[in-house]
């Protein structure tokens, strides 16, 4: 805070640290928007006018902070390493990183199917995704990893839209553990998922 009680130009105001899961599926629940979108595959979602920001949430330094704190608790145990191939993603996997003690592996944009960070052969590697959709994107990052020599355990992300990515996941050895589904987002404030 400047002096005087009043924050400096750009910066966000302070959000407390703590929070319980409900809290932060009421909060994210409000970032799941009406609006039609354009996947990366460049598939129209015309049939699904629901879009969720993730923006909204990796840029809010102390929403991230406590998605991170509620995902460390979805990691295996058996995990050695949280690894990541997207821009966006990255806000998510880093702080995970900090709140498990975890190494990261970024992927290497110069470098298709190359990891920078301390890993071997066999290392067992979890993708920090923000939110999967069809899982296409995720499944290209597991076979990426399994290419370099690591052994994908899951993905884990903080949205699963519900829309094949398990199913496309699970065909290729790899589970999803996801903190919310969109059911979840949906489910009226203290009601249990639809």
């Known amino acids: 805070m400047a002096t005087g009680g009043r ?4 910066t966000l105001p ?7 899961r409900e809290e932060l599926r009421a909060e994210l629940a409000g970032d799941l928007s009406r609006g039609g979108y354009i996947l990366r595959s460049g598939e129209g979602s015309a049939g699904d006018r629901r879009y969720f920001d993730k923006f909204l949430v990796l840029c809010r330094p102390g929403l991230l902070t406590r998605a991170a704190r509620l995902l460390a608790g979805i990691v295996s145990d058996e995990c050695e390493r949280l690894a990541v191939t997207g821009v966006p993603s990255t806000a998510l996997a880093t702080a995970l990183a900090q709140e498990t003690g975890l190494a990261l592996l970024l992927a290497d944009d110069t470098h298709p199917g190359r990891f920078g960070g301390d890993f071997s052969a066999g290392t067992r590697v979890a993708l920090v995704e923000d939110v999967v959709f069809t899982g296409g994107t995720a499944l290209a990052g597991t076979r990426a990893l399994r290419a ?3 052994e994908p355990l899951d993905v884990v992300c903080l949205l699963d839209r519900q829309s094949g990515g398990a199913q496309l996941l699970a065909g290729d050895g790899v589970g999803l ?13 203290g009601q249990p998922p639809r």
């Not at 924050?7 to 750009?10: I, Q, Y």
């Open 148 to 150: 370099a020599g690591a």
């Open 14 to 20: 302070a959000e407390p640290f703590t929070a319980t």
């Open 7 to 10: 924050r400096r130009r750009g």
């Open 177 to 189: 553990r996801a903190l919310f589904t969109e059911t979840d987002l949906l489910a009226q404030p």
